[in-house]
C-alpha cells in the first residue's frame, strides 16, 4: 500500500496517509493542527515495510548462516517472530529498543 508519513511543519505531528494519486498529495494536511506545511518523512515507513518482508521471510528453525548474522538489521528478529507466533504483543517499546540496539551508536558516531 502507498501509505506515507508526513510530519507538521508547525506542532511536528506525523499523520499517515494513503497516496494513490497525485491529488491525494496536494490534500496532505496535518491530521493534529490542520496545516499543509507538511514534509514526508521517507524512512521509517520504507524500514517498516522492509521487515515485515523480512520478518514473513524469515524462518526460527532454521539453522542461520554467518552472514545472516552479520547483518545488523537482523538483530531482534528471531524474538520479534516467535512473540508473534505466540500472539504476544510487545509494543512499540519494544520497536524502539530494538531500534536503538540496531542503529544507536553508528547513528552517534556519524550524526546522521
Ligand atoms: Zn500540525
Redesign the pocket.
Known sequence: MPIYEYE?A??Q?VSTFLILKKDDKARVA?K??G?KKMSQVISRVTYHRAESDRLNEFDPRKPQGEEFYKDSRNVGLWAKKRAKELGADLGPKFDEIVESARTGKILEKYDL
Open positions: 507538521c508547525s506542532c505531528a496535518c493534529g493542527c496545516s
